[in-house]
Every structure is written in structure tokens, then in C-alpha cells.
């Protein structure tokens, strides 16, 4: 071997500086990237663990069975029979009886009734709002906008509180109406649907009326005085102008109005009746008064598979469409 | 147009055979995705020089500039400053700075703390530093305005912080950035002499992008044209304008007329090329001798044509035409004229007399004429 | 044109009414002698007293801002890197990952959230023995995770619109990465972070349904403490202390327009 002239020497010597040169390379590189990883790297770290994770566990105690006894109160997937045996307990369930008992399926339905009608109402009021506030003068703008977002600053169950009494029964707003006659006897809203829809409304109004301002504000005043220069009357010039210009606001505000109403628990807990189910409340109720996690973590995951995830589909395709305009 | 004669006895190092470049621009590549900004670049500055690459929107001009202040890698190629091979510096650690397009002047910091920033990082001493600030704010005219924000000074006055901050760490080269972009049209016309002042004073070398081809002109030593990332020709503006080495060229600095033929004839160091649409056959001065039968298109400025209400018997090209467009332009006219065969020529006639009249109306006939020398021959 | 400016107008009015009608019923119940919130007994301070006597409110209250102000500024640190991540490394792999892990809690109902981060501290104690029990500290991470979402989105739009040129210009001075970052782009995007903060505070001074889940038995927070209040029976101190908050809101609200409305009037200080 030794003899055929191989120089190994030479050989070795170019796999160790091609080794010490990748080697260099390597360092260089994570040299240079250092920064970046740390950047990137702790915002990851944290939410992987504390938000992305956490949806894993939740998925893994939806397939347990409830166990009072145990605490935390549910059965265990793994278990090691004879000391090394897996064995996997899947239980499906939670899963069964979200579908077959009525209750989880209207109270879901109930939700995105109740979230719908309200970010409709939202946008009626919402709109003129938006529309009165962009055409102030600018003088006015600033003031009227930032009387949108003070009462969300302040505490909102504190402002959910306050329509407990103005609703009630013996309320100022039922006193009111009798003084006013325009009732005989007062009106039953606390505690029904109706004041649900009072209470999301009013509590994400400000989110309606601050993309929708937004929008208006970009067009130019003078689209609309082509339209009436061509001859489009007022309220066909809204439609046709303004209306459809402002679409990006609407559908943003909507989002915002409509995502959170879904999952709304304080307010259908605080103002709604027994009946007004919403499937946050459900979930609630299951974990702390029924202290069932894993049909709560059952329900979790389906408000996951339901709402959460064809909502962030929705966003996403919405805002690569955006990107396209935007390109064009 | 503003002629570049500011400079009493030009300084050509490029002209000198023993003079060494002072940047050299190697083979310099850089694509995009699929799409070649800069392709395969190469070019020679010498110290001193105010530079210019000139090109229009896209044209790789832009990246070459920040590849030389270190903003954007090469994928190929070197850049070689002053002996000293910088491709692999980061923008920090090169002895280039810039001036952005933008100004790109911190808005939280006042002008002299805007200034001062760059020799923060060099850690130069504190009363050294004020010293320099002051330097650089007089030799832009704002020794007053050291303590303004940027938000607070006017366009001309941004753009003149945003140089004394490039000039302040005493760079080898500067490179501006559409520097007189974002000026109004009065405004720029005086910066433009300005800051070549500011550039002969220093002694610094000046590269410059613009695509404001008058800029060019007015303010460069040299200009490189640059088009879809290739640069076509790099001269000083006098041979740019004059000596356009090919179409583009020709088509870019200021107006032209371009007449595509062949050649039929060659006759020592004049050919004769033969024009379908302005129908006949032409003499033009050639250095080279043309094989019969070349394509070749012949450049002639507007202001080279000479016109005559008859035929003239003294020049060996004339062309018979009558006048379809006339733009009056107060110290010039622009007049179009349709030759017999189709071709449009453009002419320019100056008014040298306040109450001279045009001589020509619409549908006026006439002769075009021009010299042998009066155009460029160009075969690419 | 004339008719419709009638109708914003009142719609405007009636929404403006709508937006304030039960913060001033607040207002006024708070000064309220009587106990009832159907019967004015008179004008009366006496719940404010009250209030300043009510060591668990005022326990609660401290408890709730120290929450919002440790979790405001853990998510605004988090949420700013995540935002320079996003817009200043554009090849970055993760991107997808990280996309979806700051605007997923923005579109996840409070119950979700609280679950989870419940579900996961149970876990951790149970593999690991940390968190040993739950209390503010448990409350502050949950916090921090959503608030993050929107530091992020807030910090983000900054940045994006930021003239990448400054930066670039500063590099070009001969300043090293870090110390551009905290040179150039921190000061510009400054009031990104600030407003980021303000929220990230009021959103967690605000939470109850997360805190209730992932809360210990001495970590009672203040909507903690105000929501059994409510379910059980009207407390006017509630009144008094909403009053306050409003209060306070309010003048910091009018102070800023104030600052900033000068400093814009007038440029050539």
C-alpha cells in the first residue's frame, strides 16, 4: 500500500484544511448570525413555550377521561403496565358528547349569532360615526377620535357593570321610558339577549369606528366631488363611492368587532340570562363549576378548529391579497 | 444646457499612462432573484474625480452605489479603494460615506448632533469633535442652525446637513445619492455649482447617482451610463454628448436624430451610407474603414442641421422636407420636419434677436443640410 | 348633502351618548349617599372614604398595577424584538412560525387563553416543579404572551414605515449593528413603543378571564375582585373606584393631546 506512491501526508493534510476551513466558515457564519438568533430567538422561545405549547397540552387533556380523585382531576394518556409496558388511553368522548349533546353545538351557534347581529349593528352605528368624524374639520378630528378611545381605557368591566344598573328593571332607563310614557310597565332587558347585544356592541364600538375613520381619511374629498360633478346624487354617490372605497375598514373593523364577540364570556356571564349560552361561557362553566378539563379542553379545541383557524385563514388570505393590490 | 467649463486647466488623470486608479470596480455582479441589477460592472476613478453614474429608474445604478458604501454584497466581483481590497468590510468599518437620497437625517438628533455622529463612532475627543462640527457646518452655510431639528430646516438646508454629516468623518470617497433629487428646479441648479465648490475645496472624490442627465453634465469630471446593469460608455460630458459610442448613448444625453442605414460606399476616411427613409445617399465622416453593406445609424444633434429655403449647393447632404411640428421654446425653436421619404427630423433654431420672427409656419418647405463631420457613425 | 349631515350629525350624537351614557351614570352613583343605585340619597362622598378604608380593594388595585406594569414591559421587549425580527430579517425560516405565533392570540377568545396557560403551568409543576404554585407571577407570563401579540403588530407598522435609510446611514457612520438598534431605530420608534406599553398595561389591568384561570389563592387581582363584587350584590365603592379610574384616565389622556398639540403647533421652538 505503502509503496503505489500515495502521498498520505498530503492527503491528510488536505482533508484537515479543508475541515479547518469549513470549520472557520461555520463560525463565521454563526459570528454573523449571532445577533439575528437572539433577536429572533427569544421571542420564539417565549412564545413557543408559552403559548404554542400550552395548545399541545390542552389537545393531549381533551383525549383524557374526568377523575375527581386525581389531581390535577383527569386521567393520565400514558400509563407503563409491568413497569415498561406503554399503553395509550385515547377517549374520544368529549369529542362524542360536544356533538351529540345539544347544548355545545347551539351554545356555538348561539355564538356566531350573537357575534354577527352585533358587529352588523356595530357597523350601523359605527359608520356615520367614522364618516362624521373624517369630515370634521381638523380642528375637531383629533378631539372626536380621541373620545372614541378614551372609554377603552377604562376598565371594562367597570363599564359592563355600569349597564347592569341603567338597564334593570326599577333602572333609570326604564324610569325614564314610564316618565316619557312611551312604556307602561318596564321593560325586561337585563338579563336577556338584548342586553348582550348592548353590551358587545357598546363595548367594541370604538374598534368598529377607528379603522373605519382610518379608511375614510385617505380618500380624497375631491372622488366625491367628481361624483357630484358627474351628476351622481348624494346617497348614490355614497354607495357607489364611498361605500365600496371604504371596504377595507369595514371588513377590518368587522374582524375586530366579530373575533373577540365570539369568544366573548363577561358579558353574556354579566348582562345575558341563563339562555343567552355562548360558547366561552360554556367552556367557563365547564372548567370551574363542573371542574371537567378535559371536556373544557375538548371544548377549547373545537373553538380552535371552528372559529380560531378559518379566522386566521380568512387574514392571511386577506392580507396576501392585500400585498398583491399593493404590488399591482 | 450648462457647459461644464469650470475647470481652468482640466485634470485628466485618466489620460495619463502612468496614473493609478484610485477605486477600482472589478468585475462587479449583483442579481435579485432572477434579475441582474449590476452585471458584470468594471471601472476606474481616479482621486479627485467627481463621478457620475447616470442611468435611468432600474438601472443598477443605485445598488453599484450602495455596494460601494458596503449596504448591499456583491455576488461576484471586488472593490478595491485605495490599494486596499474592501468587499468583505461592512458598511461600518469602510473609510466611505454617503449621502442619501432621503437625507436619511436622524429626526430625534439636531443638526450638529446629526453631524456628529459618525465621529462619535470613532471616538474621537469631545472638544475635537465640536471643532469638526463647526468646521463642517460653516463649509455648508449653516453655522447658525446647530441646534435645529431636521424637521425644522427647509429642503436646501437638509440636504446641505446630510452632506456636512458624510464630509465630517473626513471619508476617502463619498457617494451621493440622486443628491440634488428631492430640490426644486431653481434650488438645484445653484446647489449643483455649490457642491462642485464644496467638492474642489476638499479634495475629496465625488460619485455621484443621478439620473438627471443636466446634473450629470454640469457636475462630473466623468460620466458613466449605465443601462440594465451594464455600464455603456464612460467619458467626460463634452465626449458623452459629442462622441455618444452608441444609440443609447446618443439617445440619452440631450435630443438627437438618429438615421438608420448601410453602408455603400467607403471613401478613405469618409463612408457613405445609404438611408431609405430619408432616401438617398450620404457622406459621414469615419475613423474606421466599414465593410459595404454594414448596418450602421448616424447621430446628428438638432442644432448641427443647417436649413435653407433652396437647395444648397455647397453641402454634400441636404434633404428636402416641410415642416409638420414647431415648439417655441424662448431662447430656442424646436421645428419637426417630414422629409420627403418619411423620415422626421428634428431641428433647432436659436433666437439670437429679440425681434426676430420664425422664418418657417406649418407645411413650409424646405432643405436640411449637415457636414460630414456634423454627426457620429455608430455601429452598436 | 344637507339632509345626510343631519343624519351624521344625530347618528354621531347618538353614538357619542351611547360611548359615555354609563361612564357618567357611574360618575354620578358614585357620589350617591344612598346604597341603591334606583334612589338619590343626596349628594355624598362617603364611598370614596369607604374605598381608601377597603384594604382588599386597595390590595387588589396594587396587586393589578404591579401585573400590568411588569407584563407591559416584558411584552414590550418581547413584542419589539419579534417586531425587528419580522420586518429587518427577511430570510428568515421561522418566519411562518413566528407569524403565526403573534397574531394567533390576537384572534383567540380570553377563555382559550387562560385555559391553556393554566393547562400548561399544571403541566410544568408536574414534570419540572416550576412554577411551584400559581400567583402574580403566573399571571404576569400569561400576560405578557398576549400582550406581546400586540406590541408586535404595533411596533411592526413602525418600523415598516420607517426610512430604512436612517439606518442604513448610521451603519454607513460607522456604527456597529447593536448600536444602531439602540442609537437610531430605538429613539425613532420610541412612541410605537410607549403606545405599545399603554396598551400592553390597560390590556392586563383589564384582564379578568385569563388571571382568573392562571391566578393563585392570595393573587386576587383587581377585576378578579371586582367581578364577584358584581355577581354578588352592588358594591358603591366599585363606583368610587371606577370614578377614579376615569379620573385618571382622562387627564393623562387630555395632558398628551396637550404635549403633543404643542409640540406640533409649534415647530420652530
Same mark, same amino acid.
Given at each position: 500500500?505503502?509503496?503505489s506512491?500515495?502521498?498520505?501526508?498530503?492527503?491528510?493534510?488536505?482533508?484537515?484544511?479543508a475541515?479547518?476551513?469549513?470549520?472557520?466558515?461555520?463560525?463565521?457564519?454563526?459570528?454573523?448570525?449571532r445577533g439575528?438568533?437572539?433577536?429572533?430567538g427569544?421571542p420564539m422561545l417565549?412564545?413557543g413555550?408559552?403559548?404554542?405549547?400550552?395548545?399541545l397540552?390542552?389537545a393531549?387533556?381533551?383525549?383524557?377521561?374526568i377523575?375527581?380523585?386525581?389531581?390535577?382531576?383527569?386521567?393520565s394518556?400514558?400509563?407503563?403496565?409491568?413497569?415498561?409496558?406503554?399503553?395509550?388511553?385515547?377517549?374520544l368522548?368529549?369529542?362524542?358528547?360536544?356533538?351529540q349533546?345539544?347544548?355545545?353545538?347551539?351554545?356555538y351557534?348561539?355564538s356566531l349569532k350573537?357575534?354577527?347581529?352585533?358587529?352588523?349593528?356595530?357597523?350601523m352605528i359605527?359608520f356615520? !360615526?367614522?364618516?362624521g368624524?373624517a369630515?370634521?374639520s381638523?380642528?375637531?378630528?383629533?378631539?372626536?377620535?380621541? !373620545?372614541v378611545?378614551?372609554?377603552?381605557?377604562?376598565?371594562?368591566?367597570?363599564?359592563?357593570?355600569?349597564?347592569?344598573?341603567?338597564?334593570?328593571?326599577?333602572?333609570?332607563?326604564?324610569?325614564?321610558l314610564l316618565?316619557?310614557?312611551?312604556i307602561?310597565?318596564?321593560?325586561?332587558?337585563?338579563?336577556?339577549?338584548?342586553?348582550v347585544?348592548i353590551?358587545?356592541?357598546y363595548s367594541?364600538?370604538p374598534?368598529m369606528?377607528?379603522?373605519?375613520t382610518a379608511?375614510?381619511?385617505?380618500?380624497?374629498?375631491?372622488?366625491?366631488?367628481?361624483?357630484?360633478?358627474?351628476g351622481?346624487?348624494? !346617497?348614490?354617490?355614497?354607495?357607489?363611492?364611498?361605500?365600496p372605497?371604504?371596504l377595507?375598514g369595514?371588513?377590518?373593523g368587522s374582524?375586530?368587532?366579530?373575533?373577540?364577540?365570539?369568544?366573548?364570556?363577561v358579558?353574556p356571564?354579566?348582562?345575558?340570562g341563563?339562555?343567552?349560552?355562548?360558547?366561552?361561557?360554556?367552556?367557563?362553566?365547564?372548567f370551574?363549576?363542573?371542574?371537567?378539563?378535559?371536556?373544557a379542553?375538548?371544548?377549547?379545541?373545537?373553538?380552535?378548529l371552528?372559529?380560531?383557524i378559518?379566522?386566521?385563514?380568512?387574514?392571511?388570505?386577506?392580507?396576501?391579497?392585500g400585498?398583491q393590490?399593493?404590488?399591482? | 444646457?450648462?457647459?461644464?467649463g469650470r475647470?481652468?486647466?482640466?485634470?485628466?488623470? &485618466?489620460?495619463q499612462?502612468?496614473?493609478?486608479p484610485?477605486?477600482?470596480?472589478?468585475?462587479?455582479?449583483?442579481?435579485f432573484?432572477?434579475?441582474?441589477?449590476?452585471?458584470?460592472?468594471?471601472?476606474e476613478?481616479?482621486?479627485?474625480?467627481?463621478f457620475?453614474?447616470l442611468?435611468?429608474?432600474g438601472?443598477g445604478?443605485?445598488?453599484l452605489?450602495?455596494?460601494?458604501?458596503g449596504?448591499e454584497?456583491?455576488?461576484?466581483?471586488?472593490i478595491?479603494?485605495?490599494?486596499?481590497?474592501i468587499?468583505?468590510?461592512?458598511?461600518?468599518?469602510r473609510?466611505?460615506?454617503?449621502?442619501?437620497?432621503?437625507?436619511?437625517?436622524?429626526?430625534?438628533?439636531?443638526?450638529?448632533q446629526?453631524?456628529a455622529?459618525?465621529?462619535?463612532q470613532?471616538r474621537?475627543a469631545?472638544?475635537?469633535i465640536?471643532?469638526r462640527?463647526?468646521?463642517m457646518?460653516?463649509?455648508?452655510?449653516?453655522?447658525?442652525y446647530?441646534?435645529?431639528?431636521?424637521?425644522?430646516?427647509?429642503g436646501?438646508?437638509?440636504?446641505r446637513?446630510?452632506?456636512a454629516?458624510?464630509?465630517?468623518?473626513?471619508? @476617502?470617497?463619498l457617494?451621493?445619492?440622486?443628491?440634488?433629487?428631492?430640490?426644486?428646479?431653481?434650488?438645484r441648479?445653484?446647489?449643483?455649482?455649490?457642491?462642485?465648490?464644496i467638492?474642489?475645496?476638499?479634495?475629496?472624490?465625488?460619485i455621484?447617482?443621478?439620473?438627471d442627465?443636466?446634473e450629470?453634465?454640469?457636475?462630473?469630471s466623468r460620466?458613466?451610463?449605465?443601462?440594465?446593469?451594464r455600464?455603456v460608455?464612460?467619458?467626460?460630458?463634452?465626449?458623452l454628448?459629442?462622441f455618444p459610442?452608441?444609440?443609447?448613448?446618443?439617445?440619452?444625453?440631450?435630443a438627437?436624430?438618429l438615421?438608420d442605414?448601410?453602408?455603400?460606399?467607403?471613401?478613405?476616411?469618409?463612408?457613405?451610407?445609404?438611408?431609405?427613409a430619408?432616401?438617398g445617399d450620404?457622406?459621414m465622416y469615419?475613423?474606421?474603414?466599414?465593410p459595404i453593406g454594414t448596418?450602421?445609424?448616424?447621430?446628428?444633434r438638432?442644432?448641427?442641421?443647417s436649413?435653407?429655403?433652396?437647395?444648397?449647393?455647397?453641402?454634400?447632404?441636404?434633404v428636402h422636407? @416641410?415642416?409638420?411640428?414647431?415648439?417655441?421654446?424662448?431662447?430656442?425653436?424646436?421645428y419637426?420636419?417630414a422629409?420627403d421619404?418619411?423620415q422626421?427630423v428634428?431641428?433647432q433654431i436659436?433666437?439670437?434677436?429679440r425681434?426676430?420672427?420664425?422664418?418657417?409656419?406649418?407645411d413650409?418647405?424646405l &432643405?436640411?443640410? &449637415?457636414?460630414?463631420?456634423?454627426g457620429?457613425?455608430?455601429?452598436? | 348633502?344637507?339632509q345626510?349631515?343631519?343624519?351624521v350629525?344625530?347618528?354621531?350624537?347618538?353614538g357619542?351618548?351611547? #360611548?359615555?351614557?354609563?361612564?357618567?351614570?357611574?360618575?354620578l352613583?358614585s357620589?350617591?349617599?344612598s346604597r341603591l343605585?334606583?334612589v338619590?340619597?343626596?349628594?355624598?362622598t362617603?364611598w370614596y372614604?369607604?374605598l381608601?378604608h377597603n384594604?382588599t380593594i386597595?390590595?387588589?388595585t /396594587?396587586?393589578s $398595577?404591579?401585573?400590568?406594569?411588569?407584563?407591559?414591559?416584558?411584552?414590550?421587549?418581547?413584542?419589539t #424584538?419579534a417586531?425587528?425580527?419580522?420586518?429587518?430579517f427577511?430570510?428568515?425560516?421561522?418566519?411562518?412560525?413566528?407569524?403565526?405565533?403573534t397574531?394567533a392570540?390576537?384572534?383567540?377568545?380570553e377563555?382559550?387563553?387562560?385555559?391553556?396557560?393554566?393547562?400548561?403551568?399544571?403541566?410544568?409543576?408536574?414534570?419540572? /416543579?416550576?412554577?411551584?404554585?400559581?400567583?402574580?407571577?403566573?399571571?404576569?407570563?400569561?400576560h405578557t404572551?398576549?400582550?406581546?401579540?400586540?406590541?408586535?403588530v404595533?411596533?411592526?407598522?413602525r $418600523?415598516a414605515?420607517?426610512?430604512e435609510?436612517?439606518?442604513?446611514?448610521?451603519?454607513?457612520?460607522?456604527?456597529?449593528?447593536?448600536?444602531?438598534?439602540? $442609537?437610531?431605530?430605538?429613539?425613532v420608534?420610541?412612541?410605537?413603543?410607549?403606545?405599545?406599553?399603554?396598551?400592553?398595561?390597560?390590556?392586563? $389591568?383589564?384582564d379578568?378571564?385569563?388571571?382568573?384561570?392562571?391566578? /393563585?389563592p392570595?393573587?386576587?387581582t383587581?377585576?378578579?375582585?371586582?367581578y364577584?363584587?358584581?355577581?354578588? /350584590?352592588?358594591?358603591?365603592e366599585i363606583?368610587?373606584?371606577?370614578t377614579?379610574?376615569?379620573?385618571?384616565?382622562?387627564?393623562?389622556?387630555?395632558?398628551?393631546t396637550?404635549?403633543?398639540?404643542?409640540?406640533?403647533?409649534?415647530? #420652530?421652538?
Amino acid at each position: 500500500m505503502n509503496g503505489s506512491g500515495f502521498n498520505w501526508l498530503g492527503f491528510w493534510n488536505l482533508v484537515f484544511s479543508a475541515l479547518v476551513q469549513r470549520i472557520g466558515v461555520l463560525g463565521r457564519e454563526l459570528r454573523q448570525r449571532r445577533g439575528r438568533l437572539v433577536v429572533a430567538g427569544i421571542p420564539m422561545l417565549w412564545l413557543g413555550l408559552f403559548f404554542l405549547l400550552p395548545f399541545l397540552i390542552v389537545a393531549r387533556i381533551s383525549l383524557t377521561t374526568i377523575d375527581p380523585n386525581a389531581q390535577p382531576p383527569y386521567s393520565s394518556i400514558v400509563t407503563f403496565t409491568q413497569g415498561w409496558q406503554l399503553e395509550l388511553h385515547f377517549n374520544l368522548d368529549n369529542y362524542r358528547r360536544l356533538w351529540q349533546d345539544g347544548l355545545y353545538l347551539s351554545a356555538y351557534l348561539n355564538s356566531l349569532k350573537t357575534a354577527a347581529i352585533s358587529t352588523l349593528l356595530c357597523l350601523m352605528i359605527g359608520f356615520p !360615526m367614522a364618516l362624521g368624524i373624517a369630515r370634521a374639520s381638523t380642528r375637531w378630528r383629533l378631539p372626536l377620535l380621541t !373620545m372614541v378611545i378614551v372609554p377603552f381605557w377604562t376598565s371594562f368591566l367597570i363599564r359592563i357593570y355600569a349597564w347592569i344598573g341603567l338597564l334593570k328593571d326599577q333602572g333609570p332607563l326604564n324610569n325614564l321610558l314610564l316618565w316619557l310614557g312611551v312604556i307602561d310597565e318596564p321593560l325586561h332587558i337585563l338579563y336577556t339577549n338584548t342586553a348582550v347585544y348592548i353590551g358587545i356592541v357598546y363595548s367594541y364600538l370604538p374598534f368598529m369606528v377607528l379603522p373605519l375613520t382610518a379608511t375614510l381619511l385617505k380618500h380624497d374629498r375631491s372622488l366625491l366631488e367628481a361624483a357630484f360633478d358627474l351628476g351622481c346624487k348624494p !346617497m348614490r354617490a355614497f354607495w357607489r363611492v364611498t361605500f365600496p372605497l371604504a371596504l377595507p375598514g369595514v371588513i377590518a373593523g368587522s374582524l375586530l368587532v366579530f373575533i373577540p364577540a365570539v369568544g366573548e364570556f363577561v358579558i353574556p356571564d354579566l348582562l345575558g340570562g341563563p339562555d343567552s349560552l355562548m360558547i366561552g361561557r360554556v367552556l367557563w362553566t365547564e372548567f370551574f363549576q363542573s371542574r371537567d378539563w378535559p371536556l373544557a379542553s375538548a371544548v377549547a379545541m373545537a373553538i380552535l378548529l371552528l372559529i380560531v383557524i378559518p379566522t386566521l385563514l380568512f387574514e392571511h388570505l386577506q392580507a396576501r391579497r392585500g400585498a398583491q393590490e399593493a404590488r399591482r | 444646457m450648462a457647459q461644464p467649463g469650470r475647470r481652468q486647466a482640466p485634470i485628466e488623470p &485618466w489620460q495619463q499612462p502612468g496614473a493609478q486608479p484610485f477605486l477600482r470596480i472589478c468585475n462587479v455582479t449583483k442579481t435579485f432573484g432572477q434579475t441582474y441589477a449590476v452585471d458584470d460592472v468594471s471601472a476606474e476613478v481616479y482621486q479627485g474625480e467627481f463621478f457620475s453614474l447616470l442611468g435611468g429608474s432600474g438601472c443598477g445604478k443605485s445598488t453599484l452605489l450602495r455596494i460601494l458604501a458596503g449596504l448591499e454584497t456583491p455576488d461576484r466581483g471586488r472593490i478595491v479603494l485605495g490599494g486596499e481590497d474592501i468587499t468583505d468590510l461592512p458598511p461600518y468599518e469602510r473609510p466611505v460615506n454617503m449621502m442619501f437620497q432621503s437625507y436619511a437625517l436622524f429626526p430625534h438628533l439636531n443638526v450638529a448632533q446629526n453631524v456628529a455622529f459618525g465621529l462619535h463612532q470613532e471616538r474621537m475627543a469631545r472638544g475635537e469633535i465640536a471643532d469638526r462640527v463647526a468646521a463642517m457646518l460653516d463649509l455648508v452655510q449653516l453655522k447658525d442652525y446647530g441646534r435645529r431639528k431636521p424637521d425644522q430646516l427647509s429642503g436646501g438646508q437638509r440636504q446641505r446637513v446630510a452632506l456636512a454629516r458624510a464630509l465630517a468623518k473626513q471619508p @476617502k470617497l463619498l457617494l451621493l445619492d440622486e443628491p440634488l433629487g428631492a430640490l426644486d428646479r431653481k434650488l438645484r441648479e445653484q446647489t449643483q455649482f455649490e457642491l462642485v465648490g464644496i467638492q474642489e475645496r476638499i479634495g475629496i472624490t465625488f460619485i455621484t447617482v443621478t439620473h438627471d442627465q443636466e446634473e450629470a453634465m454640469t457636475m462630473s469630471s466623468r460620466v458613466a451610463v449605465m443601462d440594465a446593469g451594464r455600464i455603456v460608455q464612460v467619458a467626460t460630458p463634452a465626449q458623452l454628448y459629442e462622441f455618444p459610442a452608441n444609440r443609447f448613448v446618443a439617445g440619452f444625453i440631450g435630443a438627437v436624430n438618429l438615421f438608420d442605414g448601410r453602408v455603400s460606399q467607403q471613401q478613405g476616411e469618409d463612408l457613405v451610407f445609404h438611408c431609405e427613409a430619408l432616401g438617398g445617399d450620404f457622406l459621414m465622416y469615419h475613423g474606421d474603414p466599414l465593410p459595404i453593406g454594414t448596418p450602421v445609424t448616424v447621430a446628428v444633434r438638432p442644432e448641427k442641421v443647417s436649413v435653407h429655403d433652396t437647395r444648397p449647393t455647397d453641402r454634400r447632404n441636404a434633404v428636402h422636407g @416641410k415642416v409638420v411640428e414647431i415648439a417655441y421654446l424662448g431662447d430656442v425653436s424646436i421645428y419637426h420636419v417630414a422629409t420627403d421619404h418619411g423620415q422626421v427630423v428634428r431641428i433647432q433654431i436659436t433666437h439670437e434677436a429679440r425681434y426676430s420672427r420664425p422664418h418657417y409656419s406649418w407645411d413650409d418647405e424646405l &432643405w436640411l443640410s &449637415w457636414d460630414p463631420d456634423d454627426g457620429v457613425v455608430l455601429t452598436a | 348633502m344637507r339632509q345626510r349631515s343631519t343624519f351624521v350629525f344625530t347618528m354621531m350624537a347618538f353614538g357619542y351618548a351611547f #360611548l359615555y351614557l354609563p361612564i357618567f351614570s357611574v360618575v354620578l352613583y358614585s357620589f350617591n349617599a344612598s346604597r341603591l343605585v334606583t334612589v338619590w340619597g343626596g349628594f355624598s362622598t362617603r364611598w370614596y372614604g369607604a374605598l381608601f378604608h377597603n384594604e382588599t380593594i386597595l390590595q387588589a388595585t /396594587g396587586r393589578s $398595577l404591579l401585573v400590568a406594569a411588569m407584563a407591559a414591559t416584558l411584552a414590550v421587549a418581547i413584542g419589539t #424584538l419579534a417586531a425587528v425580527a419580522f420586518t429587518r430579517f427577511q430570510r428568515l425560516r421561522a418566519r411562518p412560525l413566528l407569524s403565526l405565533m403573534t397574531s394567533a392570540p390576537l384572534v383567540m377568545p380570553e377563555v382559550m387563553l387562560g385555559l391553556s396557560a393554566l393547562l400548561l403551568f399544571v403541566g410544568l409543576q408536574q414534570w419540572i /416543579g416550576w412554577p411551584a404554585g400559581r400567583g402574580l407571577m403566573t399571571i404576569t407570563i400569561a400576560h405578557t404572551t398576549f400582550c406581546c401579540a400586540y406590541v408586535t403588530v404595533i411596533v411592526q407598522s413602525r $418600523l415598516a414605515q420607517m426610512d430604512e435609510s436612517l439606518e442604513e446611514a448610521a451603519l454607513d457612520l460607522g456604527a456597529r449593528p447593536w448600536k444602531v438598534f439602540f $442609537l437610531v431605530t430605538l429613539p425613532v420608534i420610541f412612541p410605537a413603543l410607549a403606545a405599545g406599553w399603554l396598551l400592553a398595561f390597560t390590556l392586563s $389591568l383589564d384582564d379578568l378571564v385569563v388571571a382568573s384561570f392562571v391566578s /393563585g389563592p392570595s393573587s386576587t387581582t383587581l377585576p378578579m375582585l371586582i367581578y364577584s363584587k358584581v355577581k354578588f /350584590g352592588v358594591t358603591p365603592e366599585i363606583n368610587a373606584l371606577a370614578t377614579l379610574i376615569v379620573l385618571v384616565v382622562t387627564s393623562l389622556i387630555v395632558a398628551a393631546t396637550l404635549v403633543m398639540g404643542r409640540r406640533n403647533a409649534n415647530p #420652530l421652538r
